[in-house]
């Protein structure tokens, strides 16, 4: 009985990881970057981020 408990650790173990995988390979190739909702703010504004 100890490979069934064995056997079932390693396969919700290789589920975790596979998961990860593709939620890290959607959040990178589906999702548009952060940073080009910030591009068009320069360093210089001082508003707060406020927008007019």
Do not use: H, K, N
Request: charged residues 20%; glycine residues 10%; proline residues 4%.
């Amino acid at each position: 009985m100890g490979w069934l408990f064995g056997q079932t650790w390693i396969w919700c173990l290789i589920a975790f990881v596979l998961g990860a995988v593709v939620a890290w390979l959607i959040a990178v190739l589906i999702y548009p970057r952060e940073s080009d909702a910030f591009r068009d703010i320069s360093p210089d504004d001082d508003d707060g981020g406020r927008v007019a």
